[in-house]
C-alpha cells in the first residue's frame, strides 16, 4: 500500500575524498528517514567526474540515483556503467551522448518518481540544446508514467535557475538547482505547488572555495594566472542538503528546506 507523502533526500555536490566521507556518515545516520536518496556526483572522484569505484561504494551507502553536469565525462572508466548504478547525464546533450538524462525510479511501496538531470547555458561552456524546451518534452513523455516529477538544474546562474523554477512551477514537483557549491537561503513553495531551491551547495571541505584549496584561488584572482586546482583534504566537512516531502496524490511539495551537517573530524 502506498504512503500518503514521500520524503526525499537531496545531497549537494558530492566534493572528492571529504564530500565522500561526510555524505557516508550522514547516510549513516539518516538513511532511514527517506523513502528516496538523490545526490549531485558530477565532482565525485578528485574533484572532477565519478568513478566506477566511488559510484559503487556511495550507492551501497544508500544513495538511489545520481545526477551530474558539465564534469561528468572526466572518469572515462564510469560511462559504460551509468545506466547501471543509475548516474545520469544533463538530458540535454546532443542525441548520441552516452547515458540518459532521466529515470523512473520504483519505490519500496509501488509510488514512481521521474528524475530528469538539466543543464543551463549561461557560463556553461560548450552549448547544449535549450534547456527549457528539452525539458518540457521530457516531462511529458514521463507523466505518461507518473505525476511525480524531480529536477536537478545544474546552472551557473541564479537567474536561469530562477527562471526555470517559475517555468515548471505546477509541471514539476521539486527543482532543485545545483553546480555552484553555495547553498541558497531560498527554498520554498511556488505558487503551482513546485518546490524550489536555487542551489542545494556541496559535500566536501568547509573551509575552502568550493572544495578547492582558497589560496590557490585567491592566488587566480589577485594575478589573473591560471594554477593547478588542489582539492582541500582537511576539515571539517560540510554536508548540504535539501529535505523536501511531496503529496503523492497531487504531486505537490508540501515540505521543502535546505539545512546542512558540519562534522569537525
Not at 537561503?185 to 556541496?202: F, R, S
Amino acid at each position: 500500500m502506498q504512503n500518503s507523502s514521500l520524503q526525499i533526500l537531496f545531497l549537494g555536490d558530492i566534493v572528492s575524498k571529504l564530500g565522500r566521507q561526510g555524505v557516508k556518515r550522514f547516510l549513516q545516520d539518516h538513511r532511514d528517514s527517506y523513502d528516496l536518496v538523490i545526490a549531485n556526483c558530477e565532482n565525485t572522484s578528485g574533484g572532477k567526474g565519478i568513478s566506477k569505484n566511488h559510484a559503487i561504494d556511495l550507492k551501497d551507502a544508500g544513495i538511489d540515483i545520481f545526477t551530474s553536469g558539465n564534469h561528468i565525462w572526466r572518469k572515462k572508466d564510469i560511462i559504460p556503467y551509468m545506466e547501471e548504478y543509475p548516474i545520469l547525464r544533463p538530458l540535454n546533450y546532443p542525441p548520441g551522448t552516452p547515458g540518459y538524462g532521466s529515470k523512473i525510479i520504483s519505490l519500496e511501496d509501488g509510488t514512481s518518481i521521474g528524475v530528469i538531470n538539466i543543464m543551463g547555458r549561461i557560463f556553461m561552456g560548450n552549448p547544449t540544446d535549450c534547456p527549457f524546451r528539452a525539458i518540457e518534452n521530457e516531462i511529458q513523455r514521463i507523466k505518461e508514467t507518473t505525476p511525480l516529477i524531480f529536477v536537478d538544474f545544474h546552472a551557473e546562474t541564479t537567474s536561469e535557475k530562477k527562471a526555470m523554477g517559475y517555468f515548471l512551477d505546477g509541471k514539476a514537483t521539486c527543482v532543485v538547482g545545483t553546480h555552484t557549491h553555495i547553498q541558497t537561503h531560498d527554498a520554498q513553495i511556488l505558487p503551482q505547488g513546485t518546490g524550489y531551491i536555487t542551489d542545494a551547495g556541496m559535500c566536501g571541505a568547509f573551509h575552502s572555495v568550493l572544495g578547492v584549496k582558497s589560496d590557490i584561488i585567491i592566488s587566480t584572482y589577485l594575478t589573473q594566472r591560471p594554477a593547478l586546482f588542489e582539492i582541500e583534504s582537511k576539515g571539517p566537512t560540510i554536508v548540504s542538503y535539501v529535505h523536501i516531502d511531496i503529496d503523492i496524490e497531487t504531486a505537490k511539495t508540501t515540505y521543502i528546506r535546505g539545512d546542512y551537517a558540519l562534522y569537525e573530524d
